[in-house]
């Protein structure tokens, strides 16, 4: 009997959730930068284990929203925990219960729901195993978890097992996603991904909000090279300067770089070519919202 279900990884943000769902899907799906709340999206993985297919809610950061799009990211976390028939809550085991952990769990609590929810504790591999007992005793005595995992996204230490009980606990019925549809799933999305990494990075603390990537066109040539043009849309005119930097050295390092990694990913020779447009308010708008699977609230402020 097969089974499928929905899954989601959630966490304070830089708990592991991007690293632990690219280990278990295998794939570079969602990008991890050292930086806090990279993950823009609610981008999906599908994960085969056995006959289950597990799809992958990957959440951004539980933060405190402020910004009318951080609101969106909370609510699309929250929506995609309330929808999934599985819930793995990751927190980091040398810091222990933080007040941002609390607060996930009086969430959960007030969620109810029936989904099984696991405890994963992340990042072992930075403490003494007296700390890990502690932790898990704390943990259980302050919500009745399912299970509990110790693992370290990382090194990879767990994460099968991990992977082997949410397969399990899934509902019995047939695949979601048409196992020759996984493979393409969203290779634009993470193309786009991997150029607005490049940018943050480069970027460094400028403007890493303000700017959107989005593939406009994915073309396999004859010879297994692939050409993919991309647009990277920023607020204001002053920001396209910044982001094309001194006679364009800037874009013209992320592009290289995107294109590195783009070649690595896909095993092919690239093309990339970047193009940078002023497009101003795209945060207010509510398309691109649900282009990124937000849900657009009209917020006070
Ligand atoms: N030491 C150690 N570091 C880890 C482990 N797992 C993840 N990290 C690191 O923790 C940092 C954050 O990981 P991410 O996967 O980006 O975290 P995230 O929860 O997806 O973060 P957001 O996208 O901000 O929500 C990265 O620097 C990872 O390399 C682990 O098992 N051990």
């Known amino acids: 009997m097969t089974r499928a279900g929905f899954a989601a990884l959630i966490g304070e943000p830089n708990a592991g959730k991007s690293t632990l769902l690219n280990r278990m ?39 405190r929203p402020r910004r009318r799009l ?6 699309a976390a929250w929506g995609g925990a309330s929808d999934a028939d599985v819930i793995v809550l990751l927190i980091e085991a040398h810091r222990g219960i933080t007040p941002g952990v609390e607060a996930i769990l009086e969430q959960l609590k007030d969620r109810g729901g029936k989904a099984p ?32 995992f110790m693992i370290s996204a990382e090194k990879g230490h767990g994460c099968d097992t991990l992977k ?62 692939v050409k993919i043009d991309q647009l990277v849309y ?9 982001v094309l930097g001194n006679k364009g050295e800037t874009i013209k390092a992320v592009g290289k770089a995107a294109r590195e990694e783009l070649e690595e990913f896909l095993g092919n020779r690239v093309h990339l070519f970047l193009q940078v447009k002023v497009r101003p308010g795209w945060l207010e708008e509510a398309e691109r919202y649900s282009e990124m699977g937000l849900d657009f609230r009209d917020g006070d402020g």
């Open 70 to 75: 951080d609101r969106a990211m909370v609510a």
């Open 117 to 148: 929810v696991a405890l994963a504790i992340n990042k072992i591999d930075r403490v003494q195993s007296e700390v890990l007992l502690g932790l898990t005793q704390k943990m259980n005595d302050r919500f009745a978890f399912t299970e509990t």
């Open 164 to 225: 082997a009980w949410i397969a399990g606990v899934l509902p019995e019925g047939p695949w979601l996603y048409p196992e020759d549809q996984i493979a393409d799933l969203p290779l634009r999305m993470i193309a786009a991904e991997m150029t607005r990494e490049k940018l943050t990075l480069r970027l460094h603390q400028e403007l890493p909000y303000q700017l959107t990537v989005e593939t406009e066109s994915w073309e396999e040539r004859k010879d297994g090279s």
């Open 25 to 63: 899907v295998g794939a570079k799906v969602s990008i991890v930068t050292h930086k806090v709340q990279t993950t823009r999206a609610r981008i999906r993985g599908v994960a085969i284990e056995g006959e289950s297919q597990i799809v992958f809610v990957d959440t951004p950061g539980l933060f």
């Open 234 to 242: 920023v607020m204001r005119d002053g920001h396209k300067g910044i």
